[in-house]
């Protein structure tokens, strides 16, 4: 039986590794003379649902992979995880995070320099809405997020051959994207965003501008609002 420390560890690497080929796919189509430069939404969306399927199969065993602070409150909320490994598993996301985008910084270190969008450079890292209207932003976050948690979640209550879960919930991310991600770029992981904003803040990114710390509450509230909505709506279909 997994430890609670080794859960930890396991949520602290597969997030970690979800954001490096996350925001990877994302730095690699919008940095100057990157190979991948152009690759479009439907590239990074497709990237996103595998980096979610291979973050499924690093920490699925021991935690659960659960990669997402939203979800961990969402789940510990009707009793599929223990409140007591909630902070744990919130700061190894969070952790995880961010050394993920750093070393997607690391990965395209000569390609910052010669990138001259402050704005693009910020959204390798975090999410910012396509129109900022803060209710509009806040609706989209909860109903993306609460697609990803009821769908997770339903993809869990069925029988399926092995290695069809991770799949299925790497599919949901992908159409969640490609549906439901135009408005704010659905961050739907509260750790997704705050980690590497963070790690924007601190890093010497190369032309890099402002945080945008004023609209970084939105990606974290508005995630858990929608998990929890998600959840609760779970129990009352499935019981």
């Known amino acids: 039986m997994a430890t609670p420390m080794s859960q930890y560890l396991s949520e602290f690497i597969a997030t970690g590794m979800l954001i490096l080929l996350g925001n990877g796919v994302v730095a690699g189509a919008l940095l100057n003379k990157s190979k991948a430069q152009g690759a479009g939404w439907g590239v990074i969306t497709a990237a996103w649902g595998l980096a979610v399927l291979i973050g499924i199969f690093i920490a699925g065993p021991t935690s659960g992979a659960i990669m997402n602070p939203a979800l ?18 919130v700061a190894a996301q969070i952790a995880g995070a961010f050394v993920g985008a750093t070393l997607v910084w690391l990965a395209y270190l ?7 969008d402050p704005a693009a450079k910020l959204a390798i890292f975090c999410t910012a809405p396509a129109i900022r209207d803060t209710k509009a932003n806040v609706l989209t976050e909860i109903i993306g997020t609460f697609a990803l948690t009821f769908g997770a979640l339903a ?40 980690g590497p904003r963070i790690a924007h803040a601190l890093l010497p990114v190369a032309g890099k501008g402002g945080s945008d710390w004023g609209y970084a509450w939105v990606p974290v509230v508005a995630p858990v609002v929608g998990a929890l909505i998600g959840a609760f709506a779970f129990v009352a279909v499935y019981g």
């Open 72 to 89: 961990t409150i969402a789940l510990a909320a009707i009793g599929k995880l223990s409140w007591a490994l909630v902070p744990g598993f």
């Open 155 to 194: 993809v869990g209550a069925n029988t399926l051959a092995p290695g069809m879960g991770p799949l299925g919930v790497g599919l949901l991310v992908v159409v969640v994207g490609m549906s439901l991600g135009g408005p704010t770029g659905y961050a739907i992981n509260p750790a997704r965003d705050l």
């Open 110 to 116: 000569a390609h910052w320099k010669v990138s001259d």
